[in-house]
């Protein structure tokens, strides 16, 4: 007695071929296979280049977080002098610093003065940025500022001038060399009440940190020079802490807050911008529902492509079951039909995706070009391009999003060719 042929066998992949195939006749079947074929191309390239277009956003984002602030920050909870005024520095900013250094999992401790809000002004323009002072060593160990995208001057002379953002610089019309002007609210006190305090330094200094909001606003001192300015002579405003694990910041907080001691406070850069990643987590998971909803809508196509070929194919379906195809041969047979289609398309929707992801900067250029500029506006968007970052992860979930859903929409109709009558096939043949 002869075997069973097994499961997939040779003549199964011959005959689903002959029906992909569609004679001129069968155009309709013809015409639903490319409709399935398109629609899941491109619904997998959407998925695709969403997901590397929000990975590499969030890369963005707190890359240049953390790579130009700090991971976490020690303050006081301060002291209330005898006018009434809540004084919050940190006198014993060596002792506390030292100790925080001792903490695992630290890189890197920096006392800073924090000067808040300021007036800069070159000959013509002004405008308001926050002042940081800061030792040169220590500003040097901040990627974002000391390894900027794009820099001038010599960051090793802050102790000579005053380094700025590239957005400030624009604002106000300077270059590396010029001189420009401080005034600080916070002056000296009189008996005529507190005077503004003016200062002019030379820009020794511009970075371009790859954040709107930092390069159009921020400003470094160096830490002697910004004491002396902001009369915070022997005290530091606030001690800012790297660690090794950034993302994982939470598992040294507790040990940094001991180390600092019983009236100190942390912030770590999650609690300040923990409330954006939280919404950009949300907003990833909904449109990658949304995508998925595509993908099924792109997936039914084969649904309604299989349905025509099952029913073109009725008369051959009874010969075949006539001479003993079994059913599940016949099931098989158009389940290859479906899931082809599903497997072509997906591939060539990870190829179109991932070349977007890999090319996305000519792509955007082209476009902002095309539209006549302004297509991105970093003062909204935070940074000055859309990126990008293609990962395996990502590509392999939107495969196995898109292969799960054509295989599935495949077995229903191939169930119902299998589970037709010969006879019934054959009757009015």
């Known amino acids: 007695m002869a075997s069973n042929p097994p499961p997939f066998a040779a003549f199964e992949w011959m005959i689903a071929w002959r029906y992909l195939r569609a004679r001129r006749a069968e155009g309709g079947v013809s015409v639903m296979t490319w409709i399935s074929l398109i629609g899941i191309t491109l619904a997998v390239f959407a998925l695709i280049a969403t997901l590397a277009v929000r990975s ?39 002792e506390m610093a030292e100790r925080l250094r001792a903490v695992p999992g630290v890189t890197h401790v920096a006392p800073v003065i924090s000067g808040g809000m ?77 005077s503004p305090r003016v200062n002019a330094y030379e820009v020794v200094y511009i970075f371009t940190a790859g954040r709107y909001d930092i390069d159009s606003t921020r400003a470094y001192l160096s830490f002697d020079e910004a004491q002396s300015f902001f009369n915070r002579e022997g005290v530091a405003d606030e001690i800012q802490v790297m660690v090794e694990d950034p993302e994982h910041v939470e598992n040294v907080a507790l040990p940094l807050l001991q180390a600092a001691g019983d009236r100190a406070v942390i912030w770590t850069w999650r609690d300040i911008s923990g409330g954006f990643l939280r919404a950009l987590e949300v907003e990833d998971n909904v449109m990658f529902i949304i995508l998925s909803i595509l993908v099924l ?20 379906i009874g010969i075949l079951r006539t001479i003993g195809l079994s059913e599940g041969s016949v099931l098989r047979v158009f389940f290859i039909c479906g899931s082809f289609t599903g497997l072509i398309g997906t591939g060539m929707g990870v190829i179109l995706g991932c070349l977007f992801a890999i090319y996305i900067d000519p792509i955007f250029s082209f476009v902002n070009f095309a539209m006549g500029g302004g297509v991105w506006d970093p003062s909204i968007r935070g940074i000055y391009a859309l990126p990008a970052e293609l990962h395996l992860a990502d590509v392999l979930k939107a495969v196995a999003l898109s292969l799960g859903l054509s295989f599935l929409v495949t077995i229903f109709p191939a169930r119902r060719a299998a589970r037709m009558n010969p006879v019934e096939a054959l009757r009015y043949e």
Request: glycine share 14%.
């Open 56 to 94: 590499g956003f969030r890369s963005e984002f707190v890359g240049t977080i953390l790579g130009a602030n700090a991971h976490a920050t020690i303050l006081s909870v301060g002291e209330v002098d005898p006018l009434g005024n809540l004084n919050r520095t940190i006198p014993e900013y060596g």
């Open 118 to 194: 300021v007036l800069v002004s070159s000959q013509t323009q002004n405008w308001g940025v926050e002042v940081i002072g800061i030792a040169q060593p220590d500003l040097a160990d901040m990627p974002g500022i000391a390894a900027a995208e794009q820099s001038a001057g010599d960051l090793s002379r802050l102790g000579e001038g005053i380094a700025i953002g590239s957005g400030v610089a624009r604002r106000i019309g300077v270059r590396v060399g010029d001189r420009l002007r401080i005034t600080s609210p916070n002056g000296v006190q009189t008996p005529m009440g507190r």
């Open 297 to 316: 809508i792109a997936a039914m196509n084969i649904v309604s492509g299989l349905i025509m070929l099952v029913k073109n194919k009725g008369r051959d």
